[in-house]
Every structure is written in C-alpha cells, then in structure tokens.
RNA sequence: GCCCGGGUGGCGGAAUGGCAGACGCUCAGGACUUAAAAUCCUGUGACCGUUUUCGGUCGUGCGGGUUCGACUCCCGCCCCGGGCACCA
C-alpha cells in the first residue's frame, strides 16, 4: 500500500518518530520535572490573608475501573491553565482534585467479582492519580479529598445533621434551627400545623411534639412511592430515572410505596431560583436549573361537588378562563377518586342522560373508574406517556363552576398527573390543546373566553393558547389576558374561592439508597417508632466491615444483614427538640435497644460539599476552619469547570446544601460557584461510513432510514446498521477510508460512484464502537505536553469537537520547532543570542563577530514587537479561556523566531513563560537549557510577563483601500499619521486613482489604523 | 410542541460592525537524500481570463432589511446539536 507501512512492518526494531525527534523527547524530561515540582511544593497555596486568591476548580471525577478517557484532561488542563497563570500573575491559588468514590458502579463491580469495593475503590483511585500526575497537573495534592474516607464522610453525616436539625422560615425566607421553632411554637408566635389537632404546644407530649418538628425538619422520612429497580437492587433519585430506566444500567423501574429518607430541597426553590441571576454561568445551564426548578404562577380554585359537602381544588395557570372551564379532571390516583375510602365521590349509578361514550362500556362509574384506575396502576410512567391519546371515564359526580355555578362534569384521566399540582385540573378546552383533544373524544362542549383580538369576539383559531382579551367572561369581558388574571384573583380571594399561587415542578429530594456503598446515616430508630439522631461525638458513623454486601433481594438493605452493627443500646438525652443518642454497652443504666439506620446516602451527598474540605482537608475539629472558608471562598469559587451532564444534579444540590449552610452560619457566601464553565464533549476521531446491503450491493446513505442502530458485527467490531427504505432490507454501514471520498455540493460520495452517498460525523467515544482514545497511549507516543495542547487547540471550550490523532501530530510537531528554534536541530547549531550592555553579544559564551552583531541587532528589532503582541495575546485568552487561539498566538511567534538568523534571548524567555500554563514540561527544560545556573528552581515561580501597549502596535502599517465597500488597493501609513495625510497618500495611491476612474467622492470613511472607505 | 446553542474551505477552527478563512491538519510541488522517513521551502475557498508575472467575478445555511461597509445587527425561513415535555 504504502512504502513507508511496509518499510516499517520490515523494521520493527527501528523506532522511526523517536530517530527523528533528535532533541526534543518528552518521556525523558516529563516524569523529572513533575517530580521536581512535587518535592519543591511549587504549587502547594497556603493561606495568606494579605495576597489574592484565587480558587480554580475542577469536578472531582469517579474514579471508575476504566481510567482516564481523553474527556476528562480537556476540562482539567483548561483549569491548569488558569491556575499557572493566575499563580504567575500574582494570586494565591487553590487548585485541588479528589475523588467522588461512592456509588453504584464500584459497587456492581464488586457483586460481580466478590471484591470488596473499598479495595476496588482504591486501586482505580491509584490509576487516576497516576494518570493526572502523568498529564503534569498542578493539583497541590495535600489537599486532596475521598469521599469514602470516614474522616471525610463524617463531616458529610455532620452535615446531614445540620440539615435534620433545620427548618425553612418563609417569613424570614432562611433556614433555622429547630429550637427556634419549638420556642416559636411554645409562646405562641407561630401557629401549629393541623397535625397537632387543636391542642397548643405544652398540651403535647413530648413524642408528639418531635412528629409535629419532623414536618419541618430539611431531613425527614416519609412513606412515599419511590423508584424501585429490581436490578440493582435500590431506589433511585427521579433524576437518575431516564425515560423508565435506570440511569446507570438502564434497567426498568417501577413505581413502589416505601419509607424514605427526604431532604427537603422545596423550601429553598425560590431562593435557588433567584440566586442564579448574579451567577456567571452559561444561560442555557441556568435555564436548565429554571426548568428544573420549574415555577409557574396561578391560582388555586375550589369547586364544590355538587349533592357532596366535598370539594375539590384544581392548580390553574390561567385563573382568567374559569367561564371557559367545562368539566374537571382528576387524576387516577386522586384520593377523591379512591374507592377505598368512605370520602370518594364517584357514583353508584350513572345519571340518565349522558353520551354513551362517556359509560366507556360499564355498567356503573365505580366499575368503570375501578377499570381505568387498574389499567393506569398497570402502565408505566414512560407507556404513559408516549401514548398521546386521551382516554378517561365519567365519575358520575358533577361539580359546580364558581364563577357562573354551571353544573360540570368531573372525568378520571391519566393526562392529569397526581404528582404535579393538586392531581385536579379545571378543563378549559378552548385554550388548552390537552383539554381540547379530550373534550373531542368525550364530546364535551368547547366553549370560547380568549379571543386573539380585542375588537373582535372570536379571533385566533381554537384550541387558543397564547394570550389573547376575555369575551363570554362577565365582568371580565375586553380585559387582556394578564389583566383578567389578576382581577378574577381578586375576585376569588374575595369571595373566599381560591388563592393566588406560586407553584413549583421541582420534589423534595429523595435521599436514602438501599445500598451498601454509601455514607450510613446517623440516626437511630428507637422502639416506640421515633428516630434520634446520634451525638456528634459518635462521629463518624462507619460503615461495617461486612463480607456480604450483596442487595438482599427483598426491600431490606444489605446493611441489614450486619445484625452486630445496627442492633445497639443507646442512651438519650437533650431537650426533646434535640434529643440525641450515644450507643452504650447493653448494661449502662438508662440504655435502651435501638437499632441504626440502615439506608444508606445516594452519591450526590460527598459531591455536595467537597469544595469546602478541600480548604481545611485535614481538620479534626471541623469541616473547615471559618477563617479559612472566609478567604478562599469571597465571592465564592472563582472558577468551575465540568460537564453538563451535572446542570441540574450536583449543581443544585451542593447550592442548596451550601444556602442551609449559609443561613445556618456555616459558610460565609450565599453562592458556592461564582463562574462556571462546562467543557464540551470530545467525539471520536471523524469517520465516513459507506452503507450496502447484504448481497454486498452499496447503497446511498439517503435510501436508508436515518434512525441507526449498532451491532457486534463478526469480526467483534461494531457495526452500524439500518434498513433500506423502500425494501426494508438490512444495510449494514462500514468505515471507509477518507481517501475513497470526495465532497460534491453539500454532500460526501464515493470516488468510485458518485450515486452512493456515504454517511460523514464523529460519534461519541464508546467502547463498543472501538473509539476510545486513552490518554495514556497520547503520552506514551507524543508526551503530556502534547496532550494538553492538542485537547487546547482543538477549538473552544465549550463546544463539542472530535478527536484527531493528526491534529496531536501538529502540536507534537509545534512543540519540537521549538525546541530546535532554541536549542538548534540535527543541525546542533544554536541560536540564542545575549546582549550585554557594552554592546557586546555572546552565544553560548561565544563573543559575535561585529558581522552577527548587526544581524542579531536586526533580529531583535524584527522580533520586539511581535513578541510584546505575543504577550498581551496570550494574557487575554486565557482571561477569556480562548487557549485554542492563544496556542495559534505562540505558533505564529515560533514561525517568526525560526525566520531569524539569532534569537534573542528574552524572545526566547517570554515565549516559554506564556507556553508554560499550556505546556509544562517543555518550558521549564527549555527555561533551565537557557538559563544557566542563576535559574529559578521552576520556570512556574517567575512572575507573568508585562508588555507594552506601545510596542504591540508596528510604526508602519499596511491598510486596505476601499471603493464602495470593495477592496481597491492597500497602503502603506505611519501610525503616527492623522486622517488628512492618510486620505493624502491613498489618493496618491495609481491603483486606487485607477480605479476611482475620475468618479466625485462623495464621503470619505477612515477607521483609525483599520481601513479606508472611499464613496463615489 | 417549547426553550437554549450552532451553521464559515476537503477537515478542526479564526475574525463580534471595518482586509473573510489566522493557526493547525490534509493534499500537491520543490530542496536535502543512493532511496525513503523526518526536516525545510512554496502553494492549497470556488470559478473565469491571461494560462508566467497578473487580473477579474463569486463566496460565511436560505430569503429580505439596516449601514459608507454585515460572518457579525434586525425580520422571516431551513438544517444540525442539546435540554425540557400530557407540568394544568
């Protein structure tokens, strides 16, 4: 094929790229200076109260079974970046890592090879860190974190106790200790709940008033339907429920009653809401938490049934089409609905009547809702729905419309969701397309109140949506939509029929896992039913040291199998509201037989607050000093970057942790995460994909159906497989090589036959497909520093781009004229040049001939200015994270360094400065190649290079001259010339007089060092 | 359906109202070499004319607008990616 592959296949033993790299060799300088950096501390950040600081952080990973991949150094070097400049530039800087090591899929892996999974944990946490010591990170690694340690996770269970021991105040809008309440709850100040029956708080007994403090505590428990999955075992959070499946494994899930750890996230909704405003986040990450948190104005209404003392409240975002509201709809689990309880209002008979549709084929409404009820209990969320179609029954209820008192009919349907709202909604088929449809396959009237227009009764095409004027409305008749809303509000509060309401999507955060592999919680279950928190001397609370920690395969968690460890004796004591246990031996006095809670925490609790422990890592005392967490968090972390995977999990958890912090007087800022950054996936490497079928026959990527679909194919490769549209048949889709491919329009085709289109993207990097590309194999082949560049260069940040092994080959080969631009090539000459004041110029220790003085005395002028721009470019991309530019900003320099006869000293210094945040290695072996023995211990401790604004500007400059707009010819100007002398010179200029071709000008435009604009 | 982000050479991308395509990859030609690799130099948006110097036209998803001037701003549309979604 190719002389080269076969020569080399011919000569295995000669290592070609290793001959022809002469000087430059990264593995042989790479593992010496980061062993040189650790044993200096060179990046260790202590405090110091008097300098700035700067906190740079990086989502710590899950240190899985399978290393690094090529995504995770992108976001990580984009922050060494930061850190190594900021650090030159003057700050104090924090740049620490550590491990997110709880969590289920250690834990599979554990089932499924009988390891423990702390010993599976810590050996993947050996591999990352020697991955991301192999990469040249400047992490100051006394800082690091692991969740998994007890002396970490027990200021995790610490700070579940703060959250246990606070409530929300919606008066003072701020979480508090639970003492206040019950002090507030005693003088009378606040009034007690409906669970405390009418009794005043000392007519309560103490147990009593602990149940009536557990439904105001941040952490509760609750006997709630949770997301049960058989598969692995546990419940799972409704964020890590995808489309009926499993997040992690993607097993089905289903619905299950069961008693649950809650925090309550919902009392901090607007607060988490209104506390993205100042953040410097992407809009779209903060639309993402908007959604999440999901809040919508309206108003509650209450419909009296009617022949029933019962009514029903419906949620409503548009109170101003109440006349419109022709029937109700109730969920299928709405307890009004309910035919086990006494208080359901579902019929005996049906009313004479009605359309026969709405008997859906019964012979009674409790049949037919006990039929619908069963068939909803039986589909899953996800049947639900995908299927689009309304279907419901008639209660044989009617209700009253309080505004007109219309007797309406109340329908079970499962388009209405218990889970949102009250599970009752008002149906206004007019302006609703959901009540639309239903209304049309109920036969129900649709009766008009918003018309698109104000002087005309019946614009805009039904069902009517957008915000239009009432008509049929009564007193809201010509009133826009907005202001209807608020004058029936009026009239609703008024006459004592509904509220004003702010609703929120977002649920309370479903906290305890039916696993073993997570922080125990520190509670104990007495055995009169109350639960107690344990003491903070009992801290931490570690997990036992069990053989099996396998799921049960019932409900139970495997920490139930650990009998020594949750059966205890405990002793009490504290005021009721704060009531806390010790575990005792069994015959202390006063000990009584508890046992411990066996829930484990979800994942998300370590992540919650590692940012905080990584400023005070080893205290003993505390999670971290005051005075510590005063320093490095003002204003919060000054950058975060991760992916977006974790928009709205750990982002809106670890605010909401650290908000109940703050108001507890914990922390010292209301935000954790002042700027926030996500770096884009890397796909892999481009690939074309030319489709045939199986009689080997090609076919154009357009006949076949787009949806893909991939295969073990025989070779035990993935193939991607589709079928043929027209005949169904199957198409089975291969690499090309990019060489049988050509462009034609917008479209790629095969050389051989341009009828076959072929199938041209970067897919995601998956080891089923085989386009994992591992960090490791890059540093083996072209060196860290090579790595760190190209996942730089490669575009910006945040965008999504694909690998391309060709692309390191570029920076790998940058990186090398470098190093022969500074220390000569195979040619060995060297070239760095230094003057000496008496006008005297010495190459390694070499005087110049007057001869290279005058050329060296030229090359340092032709190289001044460049390199002045070089520095004030590469400064403001980093300060706007544009490394991809910045790293063109020091091609471009090096290209003109390699035109030069000599380089300059300084030249060469300032480039390796600017180069050192993106390309550690290199720089500091260069800096001390150059330097001789007066050299700092790293190039990483001298300061960030200064420029002068002055010198980045050229005393000439060459600037277009256009006629209308249209290029006509170029100039050469001063930069020092005024507007007069350079329309002076362009109208002196043959070609633009030329072109001008005797025609009047009408205006002339000059933009100050850019360009002339002549109009005629 | 709704909400965000994006669309520029063969590819990754640069330019945020002022010379479109910086920088890198790819490819082609040349130098060095017995040869190849590496390295260095030159060229590389499309089309047209001269076919050498050079000159011209078009060109940033499509259509319109604002402006002396638009990849950039405004209006409408198409396509791609992401998020949310029977949320009342």
New binding site residues.
């Given amino acids: 094929m190719w002389?080269?592959t076969a020569?080399r296949i011919l000569c295995p033993h000669r290592d070609?790229r290793k001959?022809?790299?002469a000087g430059y060799n990264p593995s042989s300088i790479e593992k010496k200076w980061q062993r040189i950096w650790q044993e200096n501390r060179i990046f260790s950040a202590e405090m110091q109260p008097a300098k700035p600081k700067y906190y740079v952080l990086d989502m710590f990973p899950y240190p899985s079974g399978e290393g690094l991949h090529v995504g995770h150094p992108e976001g990580y070097t984009a922050t060494d970046i930061v850190t190594r400049y900021k650090r030159a530039a003057g700050f104090n800087v924090m740049h620490p890592m550590g491990w997110d090591a709880f969590g289920l899929p250690a834990e599979q892996y554990a089932i499924k090879t009988d390891t423990h999974p702390a010993v599976i944990t810590r050996k993947n946490i050996e591999r990352f860190r020697a991955q991301l010591q192999a990469i040249g990170f400047s992490y100051d690694w006394h800082r690091e974190v692991n969740t998994t340690d007890p002396q970490y996770y027990r200021w995790t269970q610490w700070i579940f106790l703060q959250l246990y021991d606070t409530w929300y105040d919606p008066r003072q809008q701020k979480g508090r200790p639970i003492a206040q309440l019950a002090a507030e709850f005693a003088t009378g100040r606040r009034a007690l709940p409906p669970s405390a029956g009418n009794k005043s708080w000392s007519q309560l007994d103490a147990h009593q008033q602990r149940r009536v403090l557990e439904e105001y505590r941040l952490a509760y428990e609750i006997e709630a339907p949770v997301n049960w999955c058989q598969a692995l075992g546990t419940v799972l959070a409704n964020e890590e429920v995808i489309d009926g499946k499993s997040e992690v494994g993607g097993f089905p899930v289903e619905r299950r009653p069961m008693r649950q750890w809650m925090l309550r996230i919902t009392a901090y909704a607007q607060r988490l809401l209104d506390g993205l405003e100042a953040l410097d986040w992407?809009?779209?990450l903060k639309?993402?938490q908007r959604?999440?948190i999901?809040r919508?104005g309206?108003a509650l209404v209450r419909f009296a049934i009617a022949d029933s003392a019962s009514e029903v409240t419906?949620?409503?975002?548009?109170p101003d089409t109440l006349f419109g509201a022709s029937y109700l709809v109730l969920?299928p689990e709405h307890p009004l609905v309910d035919l086990n309880t006494e208080m359901n209002i579902i019929s005996a008979a049906w009313p004479t009547e009605i359309p026969e549709r709405w008997r859906s084929g019964a012979g009674s409404p409790r049949e037919a809702a006990a039929a619908y009820q069963k068939n909803a209990a039986s589909r899953s969320?996800r049947q639900?729905?995908e299927?689009?179609?309304?279907?419901g029954t008639f209660t044989g209820a009617y209700a009253v419309n309080p505004v007109n008192n219309q007797r309406i009919p109340i329908f079970i349907?499962?388009?209405?969701?218990?889970?949102?709202?009250?599970?009752?909604?008002?149906a206004?088929p007019a302006h609703?397309?959901?009540d639309f449809?239903f209304a049309n396959a109920m036969e129900l009237p649709i009766r008009r109140v918003v018309s698109a227009a104000a002087d005309q009764a019946d614009a805009g095409k039904l069902p009517l949506e957008s915000p239009g004027f009432a008509v049929n409305s009564a007193q809201l008749d010509g009133l826009s939509t907005a202001e209807a809303k608020n004058r029936i509000c009026e009239h609703l509060e008024q006459e004592s029929l509904g509220t004003r309401q702010i609703?929120y999507?977002i649920r309370d955060w479903l906290f305890s896992r039916q696993r073993y592999w997570g922080e125990p919680f520190p509670l104990i279950h007495l055995q009169e039913g109350t639960t107690v928190p344990l003491a903070e001397s009992e801290l931490p609370l570690t997990l036992p040291e069990v053989k099996d920690f396998k799921p049960t395969g019932t409900m139970e968690p495997p920490l139930f199998k650990a009998t020594a460890w949750h059966q205890v004796h405990v002793v009490l004591d504290g005021p009721p509201e704060n009531l806390q246990a010790r575990v005792v031996s069994a015959g202390t006095p006063g000990a009584v037989p508890a046992r411990r809670e066996l829930n484990t925490m979800p994942q998300w609790a370590g992540s919650c607050w590692y940012y905080l422990r990584y400023m005070d890592p080893a205290n003993t005392r505390q999670f971290c000093d005051p005075e510590k967490e005063k320093y490095w968090m003002a204003g919060g972390v000054d950058l975060y970057v991760g992916g977006?995977e974790h928009?709205?999990l750990h982002l809106l958890y670890s605010r909401f942790w650290h908000k109940v912090l703050f108001d507890r007087g914990l922390v010292s800022s209301d935000e954790p995460f002042r700027k926030l950054v996500n770096q884009g996936l890397i796909l892999g490497e481009?690939e074309y994909t030319v489709f045939a079928l199986e009689s080997g026959q090609r076919v154009s990527v357009t006949d076949i159906d787009?949806e893909f679909s991939t295969r073990v194919g025989e070779n035990g490769k993935a193939e991607i497989i589709s079928r043929h549209k027209s005949t169904g048949a199957l198409a089975v889709g291969q690499a090309c090589d990019?060489a049988m491919v050509e462009?034609r329009g917008d479209v790629f085709v095969l050389k051989a036959d341009n009828n076959i289109q072929v199938d041209?993207r970067s897919f995601k990097m998956s080891k089923s497909r085989g386009n994992v590309v591992n960090p490791d194999d890059v540093i083996a082949e072209y060196g860290a520093d090579s790595l760190r560049l190209f996942e730089m260069?490669?575009?910006?940040l945040e965008?999504?781009?694909?690998w391309?092994t060709?692309?390191v080959?570029?920076?790998y080969?940058?990186l090398?004229?470098v190093w022969?631009n500074l220390l000569g090539?195979?040619d060995g000459v060297f070239r760095v040049v230094q003057p000496h004041g008496d006008g005297k110029w010495t190459c390694q220790g070499r005087e110049l001939s007057a001869a290279e003085v005058e050329i060296a005395l030229r090359d340092a002028a032709a190289i001044l200015r460049p390199m002045h721009r070089l520095i004030r470019k590469v400064t403001a991309d980093i300060e706007r994270l544009?490394f991809?530019?910045a790293?063109?900003a020091m091609?471009?320099f090096n290209?003109a360094l390699?035109?030069l006869t000599f380089v300059p000293l300084d030249a060469a210094l300032n480039l390796l400065r600017v180069l050192e945040p993106f390309a550690p290695h290199i720089a500091d072996e260069l800096y001390h190649e150059l330097s001789g023995p007066d050299a700092a211990v790293s190039i990483a401790l001298l300061p960030w290079p200064g420029f002068d604004e002055s010198l980045c500007v050229d005393e000439e400059?060459?600037?277009?001259v256009?006629i209308?707009?249209?290029?006509a010819g170029?100039i050469r100007i001063a930069v020092t010339s005024d507007e007069q002398q350079v329309f002076n010179i362009a109208l002196a200029d043959p070609?633009v007089v030329n072109?001008l071709a005797q025609r009047a000008i009408k205006?002339k435009?000059y933009?100050k060092g850019?360009?002339i604009?002549l109009?005629v």
């Fill in positions: 002389p080269g020569f070609w001959e022809r790299m992407s809009e779209s639309m993402m959604n999440w999901g919508s309206g419906v949620f409503t975002t548009r969920a969320e639900r729905q299927d689009n179609t309304k279907t349907s499962d388009y209405v969701l218990m889970g949102y709202g009250t599970g009752a909604i008002m206004v609703d397309q959901r449809d609703h999507k977006v928009a709205v481009a787009p990019p462009k041209a260069f490669m575009g910006p965008q999504v781009k694909p391309s060709a692309g080959e570029g920076v080969r940058f090398q004229r022969r090539g195979d544009a991809n530019t790293i063109s091609m471009e290209n390699a035109k400059l060459d600037i277009p256009q209308n707009g249209k290029l170029r070609q072109r205006k435009i933009i850019r360009m604009n109009v």
